[in-house]
Structures are given as C-alpha cells and as structure tokens.
C-alpha cells in the first residue's frame, strides 16, 4: 500500500512498483489507509509523513497498535528527513525511512526484502506453534 496525498508520485510509484511486480493500493490520506489496511491487509505500507488529516507517525501508530497489521513492515517515503524523522520513525516500528525522490530500484529490493523477512518471522511462529500444540 502507498499512502500519499501528491496522486502524481502515487503514480509514479504505483507504475514503477508494479514494473517491478509489484501490486500497489493506493491511499490519499491517513483515515484511507487505514481503511485499506484493515480491509487488504497489505503486505508492506509505504507511507508520506505528510498527510492531510493524521501525519504519518500517527498511521503507523495506529496501524502497529492493531493486531492484523502490528508487524506489517513500514517504510517511510517523504520529503522530510534527519534525525528526528529516522528516530521517531524507528520508535513507531519502521523498518526504514527514504527520503523524497526515491530511487525506484532501491525501494523495491527494500520492499522485496522486508516483506521476505516479514513471511519468515511469520514461517517461523507458525512453526513454532505448530511445535507446542503437539
């Protein structure tokens, strides 16, 4: 999922993630991507600090404090940056922060890679709770 209010980046990024194999849900506001979130259970949320209603911080917030989306991984995709954004960022549970224009490539090897590492933490409890029902 993108969230993002500037729908021209949302494009931007919708046709070079989906290049990149990708299937993008886009979201223009904080109160949508929760919406989507809670509905799609996204795989891995990009979303901008900047939002029209609840900044970024405040989605991730919400989304880390819901159980069907607490170990969603999250990434940061703004025109802010330093270090209070990377620190509060990490404090909300993001897996990284990028900093406005992205480079495409990069962004989808860290997408590819943290949604590997988010199903392998998920392979693994399931295993793990497997193991202590027997």
Avoid: W
Wanted: net charge negative; glycine share 6%; aromatic share 6%.
């Amino acid at each position: 999922m993108v969230v993002d209010d500037e729908s021209d980046f949302i494009e931007l990024l919708k046709y070079n993630l989906e290049s990149q194999g990708f299937e993008v849900l886009p979201a223009v506001d904080g109160m949508e991507a929760l919406n989507i979130a809670r509905r799609e259970l996204p795989d891995v949320v990009l979303v901008d600090l900047m939002l029209p209603d609840l900044d970024g911080f405040s989605v991730c917030e919400i989304l880390r404090s819901q159980p069907s989306t607490a170990r969603v991984p999250i990434i940061i995709v703004s025109a802010l940056d330093g270090e209070y954004v990377r620190s509060r960022g990490f404090q909300t549970g993001v897996a990284c922060c990028f900093k406005k224009p992205v480079d495409m490539k990069v962004l989808g090897e860290t997408i590819r890679s943290n949604h590997e590492l988010h199903l392998e933490s998920m392979r693994t409890e399931l295993a793990e709770d497997v193991r202590r029902r027997k």
